[in-house]
């Protein structure tokens, strides 16, 4: 599926990867659903460490989505995934 066309199809509960920055820490990929769509934003809760966080995501930023019939991997996630941002700098590193 085309990227954009994947993009416009996203929905709540759909699995996401998107890049998280941790302060002075760094910065990862977190992969976990959609809890709101607004916009061209989109609402993922999920567990870091011992506490919830919550982060807003431009569409525009989201490495991959969530797709069983797609072929693509993150190292260290599990599941296929439809890479949306395939030079991302962590998917290099990962």
Sequence with gaps: MEAAQAIAQLKQGDYIAFQWNYGIFGKEIIVNNITCIRGNDVLVHFLYGYKSEAEWV?????????????SGKIKGWSGNFNIILPEHELLATS
């Design 58 to 70: 431009s569409k525009d930023k989201i490495i991959a989505i969530g797709d069983p019939s797609a």
